[in-house]
């Protein structure tokens, strides 16, 4: 078992930026790919970005592509997700996810094993 505990998010300014971790509980945290998705009021959750175990594969959604940047550190168990000239449309409840499988945090499996419970980030005009 993964338990992902939320920290980050709030209220910004759109061209702000805000930072979100997410730190996993148990001794496995580098066996396990990570990744953020969101969802916005009345839309489905989608993908934001993803990590690979070592960290040395990253992959975006299109939307978030050169102002989000995911980052991890294995040795505090602990993934983040840098979001800078964040936009109206940016404002969701950003969920943390871990697998053991890249494609499923990427957004391309057949569903993740682990989600954090939700931070809300609120990004005004």
């Known amino acids: 078992q993964v338990q992902l505990v939320q920290s980050g998010g709030g209220l910004v300014q759109a061209g702000g930026s805000l930072r979100l971790s997410c730190a996993a509980s148990?001794?496995?945290?580098?066996?396990?790919?990570m990744g953020w998705f969101r969802q916005a009021p009345g839309k489905e959750r989608e993908f934001v970005a993803a990590?690979?175990?070592?960290?040395?594969?990253?992959y975006y959604a299109d939307s978030v592509k050169g102002r989000f940047t995911i980052s991890r550190e294995n040795a505090k168990n602990t993934v983040y997700l840098q979001m800078n000239s964040l936009k109206p449309e940016d404002t969701a409840v950003y969920y943390c996810?871990?697998?053991?499988?890249?494609?499923?945090?990427?957004?391309?499996?057949?569903?993740?094993?682990?989600w954090g419970k939700g931070t809300l980030v609120t990004v005004s005009s």
């Open positions: 990590i690979s175990w070592g960290g040395g594969n990253t």
């Open positions: 148990g001794r496995t945290f580098n066996r396990y790919a």
């Open positions: 996810a871990a697998d053991a499988r890249y494609s499923d945090v990427a957004g391309m499996g057949d569903g993740v094993d682990y």
